[in-house]
């Protein structure tokens, strides 16, 4: 809501069709703010065709690079895994004359795709691996990416990670390029910025230059995947000052969703991510979270129990779910179980039934029901 707003505004300043660049996370959540943004557009006034040209550019920034590199006349498609485990396959028995020695095709791919993500080119690219891998393994894996990176070219196909590399290696080295895609986009805006990897950031830092309207709304307590180079410190903390010295920070430290027990716990667990409790993040940039709602309870409802197994675990929620519905504390309906898998929920179901709890799989059925 925060960043829709913000858009609204800059378009009701006479920002035109098409110059503001909105970044997010994934395609599901690309699509839903470009939905509810066109929607207040349209609905505040913009007629259909200019909401729509703003909503071209509201995507990931993989679907930014593919377009901008189209725009510039780009025709490949995009490859599809078992067409790039192929092609790598082909490749392994010619430079790897020792089959016990082969790598694997994913690993070799991951290697590949980590130079792109670093914008090594490839005539540099043998001294990146082979400090990587040593000589022997980095000398091939160098071949391996000029044999499959030809190969691609030969089929008409992009990988995902080319679309970044290629974007970004674009944007470094052809000056009338970079001016093109900097004057067409006058707002670049991120969201979900503790997510969003390095090099994406590079790229769109680039493209902000040299107004710099750069806007960026993230949560560092809330990063999920650092295994994909996501860097809240680049993104949000140290590094968003470095690039942008004259920026501000609005921290937004007011919780609408959960109730003051839940958001105590959740501040007490994150305190220990800044310095002054151990943690690596400079206490400046801590939020102390407050609750929007008052709670009906007043002691601390949130509990952290260890069970030696499924089992025993399964029995334990059971008999306190039992618990409250006698003593009449809540209904069945008031009462939500979640699991990082639906085979977890598994183990409750024939306890639930047992002990007479009525509940719901809102799953789409029972676990044992699957093939």
Same mark, same amino acid.
């Given at each position: 809501? /925060?960043?829709?707003?913000?858009?609204?505004? $800059?378009?009701?300043?006479?920002?035109?069709?098409?110059?503001?660049?909105?970044?997010?996370?994934?395609?599901?959540?690309?699509?839903?703010?470009?939905?509810?943004?066109?929607?207040? $557009? %349209?609905?505040?006034? $913009?007629?259909?065709?200019?909401?729509?040209?703003?909503?071209?550019?509201?995507?990931?920034? &993989?679907?930014?690079?593919?377009?901008?590199?189209?725009?510039?006349?780009?025709k490949a498609q995009v490859a599809k895994n078992w067409e790039i485990k192929k092609v790598l396959q082909d490749i392994i028995p010619q430079l790897w004359p020792y089959e016990e020695d082969n790598p694997?095709?994913?690993? *070799?791919?991951?290697?590949?795709?980590?130079?792109?993500?670093?914008? =090594?080119?490839?005539?540099?690219?043998?001294?990146?691996?082979?400090?990587?891998?040593?000589?022997? &393994?980095?000398?091939? %894996?160098?071949? /391996?990416?000029?044999?499959?990176?030809?190969?691609?070219?030969?089929?008409?196909?992009? /990988?995902?990670?080319?679309?970044?590399?290629?974007?970004?290696?674009?944007?470094?080295?052809?000056?009338?390029?970079?001016?093109?895609?900097?004057?067409?986009?006058?707002?670049?805006? =991120?969201?979900?910025?503790?997510?969003?990897?390095?090099?994406?950031?590079?790229?769109?830092?680039?493209?902000?230059?040299?107004?710099?309207?750069?806007?960026?709304?993230?949560?560092?307590?809330?990063? *999920?995947?650092?295994?994909?180079?996501?860097?809240?410190?680049?993104?949000?903390? #140290?590094?968003?000052?470095?690039?942008? +010295?004259?920026?501000?920070?609005?921290?937004?430290?007011?919780?609408?969703?959960?109730?003051?027990?839940?958001?105590?716990?959740?501040?007490? *667990?994150? #305190?220990?991510?800044?310095?002054?409790?151990?943690?690596?993040?400079?206490?400046?940039?801590?939020?102390?979270?407050?609750?929007?709602?008052?709670?009906?309870?007043?002691? %601390?409802? =949130? &509990?952290?129990?260890?069970?030696?197994?499924? &089992?025993? #675990?399964?029995?334990?929620?059971?008999?306190?779910?039992?618990?409250?519905?006698?003593?009449?504390?809540?209904?069945?309906?008031?009462?939500? =179980?979640?699991?990082?898998?639906?085979?977890?929920?598994?183990?409750? #179901? +024939?306890?639930? /039934?047992?002990?007479?709890?009525?509940?719901?799989?809102?799953t789409g059925g029972s676990f044992w029901h699957l093939r």
């Amino acid at each position: 809501a /925060t960043l829709e707003r913000y858009i609204a505004r $800059l378009v009701n300043e006479g920002a035109r069709p098409g110059s503001i660049l909105y970044v997010t996370f994934n395609k599901s959540m690309a699509d839903a703010g470009s939905e509810r943004i066109i929607r207040t $557009l %349209t609905g505040g006034g $913009l007629n259909g065709e200019d909401a729509r040209q703003f909503g071209q550019w509201f995507c990931t920034i &993989h679907a930014a690079c593919y377009r901008i590199l189209r725009d510039n006349g780009l025709k490949a498609q995009v490859a599809k895994n078992w067409e790039i485990k192929k092609v790598l396959q082909d490749i392994i028995p010619q430079l790897w004359p020792y089959e016990e020695d082969n790598p694997y095709p994913k690993s *070799l791919y991951a290697a590949i795709c980590n130079a792109k993500m670093h914008c =090594v080119h490839q005539i540099d690219d043998e001294k990146f691996f082979v400090e990587l891998f040593g000589d022997y &393994h980095g000398r091939r %894996t160098s071949d /391996t990416r000029e044999k499959f990176d030809s190969q691609m070219e030969k089929d008409g196909k992009i /990988t995902f990670p080319d679309m970044l590399y290629l974007c970004e290696s674009a944007l470094n080295d052809d000056p009338s390029f970079c001016r093109k895609w900097q004057e067409q986009f006058q707002h670049v805006i =991120v969201d979900e910025g503790q997510d969003t990897n390095v090099q994406a950031m590079r790229i769109l830092t680039l493209l902000a230059s040299p107004q710099n309207q750069f806007t960026i709304c993230g949560d560092a307590d809330q990063t *999920l995947y650092r295994f994909a180079a996501a860097s809240p410190e680049f993104n949000l903390l #140290e590094g968003f000052s470095e690039r942008f +010295p004259n920026g501000e920070l609005f921290k937004m430290d007011t919780n609408y969703r959960s109730f003051p027990d839940i958001v105590r716990c959740g501040r007490n *667990l994150i #305190e220990h991510n800044y310095d002054d409790h151990g943690g690596a993040i400079p206490k400046i940039f801590r939020k102390d979270i407050n609750p929007y709602h008052i709670s009906k309870y007043d002691e %601390t409802y =949130v &509990h952290f129990d260890m069970y030696d197994d499924v &089992h025993e #675990e399964a029995y334990e929620v059971a008999k306190s779910i039992k618990a409250q519905l006698l003593n009449n504390v809540c209904d069945p309906g008031d009462i939500f =179980v979640g699991a990082r898998t639906r085979a977890q929920l598994g183990n409750l #179901e +024939p306890i639930f /039934t047992k002990m007479k709890i009525p509940f719901v799989n809102i799953t789409g059925g029972s676990f044992w029901h699957l093939r």
